[in-house]
């Protein structure tokens, strides 16, 4: 399975970027998906998860500003960014992974890159 994010990069607070990940060698269309995010003494967190059928799933600080999709066709996954802050910084990375009855997203092994977010003015 391989996974490639794109899309990361500088702006100013309350800009707005769109990370995507292409996702090869699993069936994307079964697959459900996650963001998350990274800052340096931190652990990884998990910022937004789309299902198989595209129910969605968002950290509370993120509600609102971001929007995850997926476009079964192309085997991607998107991830909306908008009224970015300062605290947003970080290495994004996407996951494929799955989500449970209760509705928890649990990531795999598999993971993109990374990409990365800088909100600064």
């Known amino acids: 399975v391989q996974l490639q994010a794109s899309g990361g990069g500088l702006v100013q607070p309350g800009g707005s970027l769109k990370l995507s990940c292409t996702v090869s060698?699993?069936?994307?269309?079964?697959?459900?998906m996650a963001w998350y995010r990274q800052v340096p003494g931190k652990q990884r967190e998990l910022v937004a998860s789309i299902t198989r059928r595209g129910g969605t799933n968002y950290a509370d600080s993120v509600k609102g500003r971001f929007t995850i999709s997926r476009d079964n066709a192309r085997d991607t996954v998107d991830l909306q960014m908008d009224a970015l802050s300062p605290e947003d910084t970080g290495v994004y990375y996407c996951?494929?992974?799955?989500?449970?009855?209760?509705?928890?997203?649990?990531?795999?092994?598999?993971w993109g890159q990374g990409t990365q977010v800088t909100v600064r003015g």
């Open positions: 060698g699993t069936i994307f269309s079964v697959s459900d």
């Open positions: 996951n494929v992974g799955q989500t449970v009855s209760d509705g928890t997203y649990h990531s795999s092994q598999w």
